[in-house]
Structure formats: structure tokens, C-alpha cells
């Protein structure tokens, strides 16, 4: 059976800095995303990270702030956030895909999804 997991999700002030983590089972995939979704908006796209973790991607929105990352024998994927903003604030979601694309920046080139971490940044 195919899940993802995340966690580290929490509560931290502008400036700081969270770490989540993504734990897949059943499968490893060809690439995995973070996407995130605040209240009253649509999910969009933050990273993605091929399964070997040579490509990355990332939203020019978190660009040189967060980083992305794959521990290949623990089939899990991290994303690192640096210098947080409140508009950071969302309900951040790990998904997967079978091949890595850099165009898959869509949640439908998706169909493997957790269930989601808050994170939550205060100014």
C-alpha cells in the first residue's frame, strides 16, 4: 500500500526556520513535491526533488529560502525552510509521481498525496 507521510509541521516566527519531513512507503517514486494551501486559496506548487536527488525545482516564491532534499535508503524527502514569512502559513502536502518532470509543478500531474502538516508563521 502506497502513503505518504509528513511531519515537523508547527508554529515559528518570521525569520525562523522548520524543517518537514516525508516518509513514503509501498513504492519509491520517480519524483516527489511539497505543494502548500492556504486558507481560501488554491494548492500550489513549492519544490520538487527527482528520486536520486540530483534535479531539484523550486517556486521563485521560496527560491534560495527553502531547500529540498532526499535520503534515498529511508525513501524520505525533507524540506528545509530558512528565513520564514507569514505568508509561508499554509497546510503543507508531500506528493509523488512516477517520473520527475520539472513541469509538473501542477497538483494534477499528481495522484500520491499525505495528508498534510500545518505550518504556521506569526510576524
Known amino acids: 500500500q502506497v502513503q505518504l507521510v509528513e511531519s515537523g509541521g508547527g508554529l515559528v516566527r518570521a525569520g525562523g526556520s522548520l524543517t518537514l519531513s516525508c516518509t513514503a512507503s509501498g513504492r519509491t517514486f520517480g519524483g516527489y513535491s511539497w505543494f502548500r494551501q492556504a486558507p481560501g486559496k488554491e494548492r500550489e506548487f513549492v519544490s520538487a526533488?527527482?528520486?536520486?536527488?540530483?534535479?531539484?525545482n523550486y517556486a521563485d516564491s521560496v527560491r534560495g529560502r527553502f531547500a529540498i532534499a532526499r535520503d534515498m535508503a529511508k525513501n524520505m524527502v525533507f524540506l528545509q525552510m530558512d528565513s520564514l514569512k507569514p505568508e509561508d502559513t499554509a497546510v503543507y502536502y508531500c506528493a509523488a509521481s512516477t517520473f520527475y518532470d520539472p513541469t509538473y509543478v501542477y497538483t494534477s500531474a499528481y495522484n500520491n498525496w499525505g495528508q498534510g502538516t500545518q505550518v504556521t508563521v506569526s510576524s
Open positions: 526533488i527527482s528520486w536520486n536527488g540530483v534535479s531539484t
